[in-house]
């Protein structure tokens, strides 16, 4: 059965999309009150940034002169973002949809999805974190009101059990939002779950990650992996399998800090380790609800930073991408010191509505026809 | 045995995985944010019919262990062992309880049915979407539940119990899904 077709037959089932307007709502209301200006950017794009592995969307424009045109979906609204930001935007924020080919039908991914974007000027990834703390206890404690207030989920479900005051039942357990959040660093989780010494990972003299070394660690924990992998391939590997799945167990929301310098591309490498990335995700129920960087802003930087990326990305096979390069050229303008954030407003949801699929949460999910 | 990319698996494929046999049984795609695809498998053990979980790097290389579909007899029940014969050569197999499952409802001795076989040994069997079996203790249909409405249990011949329709009479085939136990229709 069709959601809608489902809504029709039982009441119950708005509730989840009753608790999606509220937390939209309150997203606009946290970043209004704090004087961001709130953006719209195109989602139909002729160029993309990086990442082409994130199969894209493609489609064709018929321009004018009758003349055919390649177009791209959005996987994320960063590059129009950042060009406002050189533009003299200041603090940003957008809610909009963005697009992930080959990535359906699961319980946390949709190909069309919503993501919040947000850049705070002169913040760093911890101005990020707290801001994160904020929004989503404004968000948990504005649909505590709203329940109250107005009964506007009107059912004798547990939800007053579901939302209470800094806390979400989620997954038969109890989450606390009660900040400070935990802040654990990639180097301690990754310790922690694999057994093996960060430092066997890096090159101290020639300042390096060399794959044999993660290679090595990798077969140690039982992996295959050889010389044609990408460092990022195999780390992530690892990640998945051996520390993802400890994160769902986490009675509170807990950030991940200082990732590998591999992992982070854009992000600005930290002054007193250069081993890692200004960078952190959060994690709430096991899910990755968000992703931050303190944006790196010098210029010769990013450009051999997207040399080295499409090297990595030419050596998996990756699709030739056509580079924006008004992207480029507002960089070389100078990006302001910033911080962004992208956060999976779709999963935020989830964890309000206590649901396990993002198919409850989304009106109409692809996965359905 | 022939090596097979994670990008490529299918579900119900066998692979070997941690040098034991498994069977897939769900597979996704997977892209952590701005990095390569990775696959995300669930393993069914054909030892243990435990379900673990692992993500391979999507060009990871796999062994595929090729099964052949063979149809075979199902004879008894011996301890923890289904016993199956290959009417052909009177080959026997046999496949645990625990991978038989809840197909134990269902299961009629002397059909026939699809048994995956790989270099001799049974892995598993392919369940069928349907079976017929004959209703073998009915209540009567005047005396009719008025808690469920125009439903009734009935028995079959393998001693599960059913919810069926009222009509339904001693001594009539019926189909089921095996998979939800639900009646499915009458044989007509």
Same mark, same amino acid.
């Given at each position: 059965?069709?959601?809608?077709?489902?809504?029709?037959?039982?009441?119950?089932?708005?509730?989840?999309?009753?608790?999606?307007?509220?937390?939209?709502?309150?997203?606009?209301?946290?970043?209004?009150?704090?004087?961001?200006?709130?953006?719209?950017?195109?989602?139909?794009?002729? @160029?993309?940034?990086?990442?082409?592995?994130?199969?894209?969307?493609? @489609?064709?424009?018929?321009?004018?002169?009758?003349?055919?045109?390649?177009?791209?979906?959005?996987?994320?609204?960063?590059?129009?973002?950042?060009?406002?930001?050189?533009?003299?935007?200041?603090?940003?924020?957008?809610?909009? #949809?963005?697009?992930?080919?080959?990535?359906?039908?699961?319980?946390?991914?949709?190909?069309?999805?919503?993501?919040?974007?947000?850049?705070?000027?002169?913040?760093?990834?911890?101005?990020?974190?707290?801001?994160?703390?904020?929004?989503?206890?404004?968000?948990? !404690?504005?649909?505590?009101?709203?329940?109250? #207030?107005?009964?506007?989920?009107?059912?004798?479900?547990?939800?007053?059990?579901?939302?209470? !005051?800094?806390?979400?039942?989620?997954?038969?357990?109890?989450?606390?939002?009660?900040?400070?959040?935990?802040?654990?660093?990639?180097?301690?989780?990754?310790?922690?779950?694999?057994?093996?010494?960060?430092?066997?990972?890096?090159?101290?003299?020639?300042?390096?990650?060399?794959?044999?070394?993660?290679?090595?660690?990798?077969?140690?924990?039982?992996?295959?992996?050889?010389?044609?992998?990408?460092?990022?391939?195999?780390?992530?590997?690892?990640? /998945?399998?051996?520390?993802?799945?400890?994160?769902?167990?986490?009675?509170?929301?807990?950030?991940?800090?200082?990732?590998?310098?591999?992992?982070?591309?854009? &992000?600005?490498?930290?002054?007193?380790?250069?081993?890692?990335?200004?960078?952190?995700?959060?994690?709430?129920?096991?899910?990755?609800?968000?992703?931050?960087?303190?944006?790196?802003?010098?210029?010769?930087?990013?450009?051999?930073?997207?040399?080295?990326?499409?090297?990595?990305?030419?050596?998996?096979?990756?699709?030739?991408?056509?580079?924006?390069?008004?992207?480029?050229? &507002?960089?070389?303008?100078?990006?302001?010191?910033?911080?962004?954030?992208?956060?999976?407003?779709?999963?935020?949801?989830?964890?309000?509505? !206590?649901?396990?699929?993002?198919?409850?949460?989304?009106?109409?999910? !692809?996965?359905?026809? | 045995?022939?090596?097979?990319?994670?990008?490529?698996?299918?579900?119900?494929?066998?692979?070997?995985?941690?040098?034991?046999?498994?069977?897939?049984?769900?597979?996704?795609?997977?892209?952590?944010?701005?990095?390569?695809?990775?696959?995300?498998?669930?393993?069914?053990?054909?030892?243990?019919?435990?379900?673990?979980?692992?993500?391979?790097?999507?060009?990871?290389?796999?062994?595929?262990?090729?099964?052949?579909?063979?149809?075979?007899?199902?004879?008894?029940?011996?301890?923890?062992?289904?016993?199956?014969?290959?009417?052909?050569?009177?080959?026997?197999?046999?496949?645990?309880?625990? /991978?038989?499952?809840?197909?134990? #409802?269902?299961?009629?001795?002397?059909?026939?049915?699809?048994?995956?076989?790989?270099?001799?040994?049974?892995?598993?069997?392919?369940?069928?979407?349907?079976?017929?079996?004959?209703?073998?203790?009915?209540?009567?249909?005047?005396?009719?539940?008025?808690?469920?409405?125009? #439903?009734?249990?009935?028995?079959?011949?393998?001693?599960?119990?059913?919810?069926?329709?009222?009509?339904?009479?001693?001594?009539?085939?019926?189909?089921?899904?095996?998979?939800?136990?639900?009646? &499915?229709?009458?044989?007509?």
């Amino acid at each position: 059965m069709k959601n809608w077709e489902e809504l029709k037959l039982n009441q119950t089932f708005w509730k989840p999309f009753k608790i999606r307007m509220e937390v939209i709502k309150a997203i606009r209301e946290f970043f209004w009150a704090k004087n961001f200006l709130e953006v719209e950017t195109p989602l139909l794009v002729p @160029s993309l940034i990086l990442e082409s592995t994130i199969n894209h969307f493609h @489609s064709e424009l018929i321009t004018q002169n009758g003349l055919k045109k390649r177009m791209f979906l959005t996987s994320s609204p960063e590059a129009s973002l950042k060009k406002l930001l050189v533009a003299g935007a200041g603090n940003i924020f957008e809610i909009t #949809k963005s697009f992930r080919n080959g990535e359906d039908g699961t319980e946390n991914h949709n190909s069309e999805f919503t993501i919040l974007e947000w850049y705070e000027i002169n913040a760093t990834y911890k101005e990020s974190m707290k801001m994160c703390e904020r929004l989503i206890i404004y968000i948990s !404690n504005n649909l505590v009101q709203q329940n109250s #207030k107005f009964k506007i989920f009107n059912f004798k479900s547990n939800l007053n059990k579901q939302i209470q !005051n800094d806390k979400i039942y989620y997954r038969n357990k109890d989450i606390s939002l009660t900040p400070p959040w935990e802040r654990i660093s990639v180097k301690d989780v990754w310790e922690k779950y694999t057994g093996i010494p960060f430092s066997d990972l890096y090159d101290i003299r020639r300042k390096s990650y060399p794959l044999e070394k993660i290679i090595d660690a990798s077969r140690k924990l039982g992996y295959q992996a050889n010389k044609k992998n990408s460092w990022e391939e195999i780390f992530n590997q690892i990640f /998945l399998n051996e520390i993802e799945p400890q994160l769902i167990k986490d009675k509170q929301p807990k950030f991940l800090y200082d990732y590998p310098a591999p992992l982070s591309a854009l &992000a600005k490498i930290k002054k007193s380790d250069e081993r890692f990335a200004e960078r952190f995700e959060l994690y709430i129920g096991g899910m990755e609800l968000a992703d931050c960087y303190s944006e790196l802003v010098d210029f010769n930087e990013q450009i051999k930073r997207f040399r080295r990326e499409k090297e990595v990305i030419k050596k998996r096979g990756g699709k030739d991408f056509l580079e924006d390069q008004d992207y480029i050229s &507002a960089l070389k303008q100078g990006l302001p010191k910033s911080s962004g954030v992208a956060l999976g407003v779709d999963r935020l949801v989830m964890l309000f509505a !206590n649901s396990k699929s993002l198919d409850k949460v989304i009106l109409f999910p !692809n996965g359905e026809t | 045995m022939t090596k097979i990319a994670a990008s490529s698996f299918k579900k119900g494929i066998f692979i070997e995985f941690r040098g034991e046999p498994c069977q897939i049984t769900d597979n996704t795609f997977v892209n952590p944010g701005k990095g390569s695809a990775f696959v995300r498998t669930k393993l069914k053990s054909i030892k243990t019919g435990r379900v673990v979980e692992f993500t391979y790097k999507s060009g990871e290389m796999v062994e595929e262990i090729p099964v052949d579909a063979r149809e075979m007899q199902y004879l008894y029940l011996q301890g923890d062992e289904y016993f199956f014969m290959d009417p052909k050569n009177f080959e026997q197999v046999s496949l645990s309880r625990e /991978l038989i499952g809840d197909f134990e #409802k269902f299961i009629k001795e002397g059909e026939i049915y699809q048994i995956l076989v790989h270099d001799g040994q049974a892995l598993t069997m392919r369940f069928p979407s349907k079976v017929r079996l004959i209703v073998t203790e009915a209540e009567d249909s005047a005396r009719g539940n008025t808690v469920m409405g125009a #439903k009734k249990y009935v028995t079959v011949e393998t001693g599960a119990r059913v919810i069926t329709p009222i009509f339904i009479k001693l001594g009539e085939k019926i189909i089921i899904d095996p998979e939800t136990s639900e009646y &499915a229709g009458r044989e007509s």
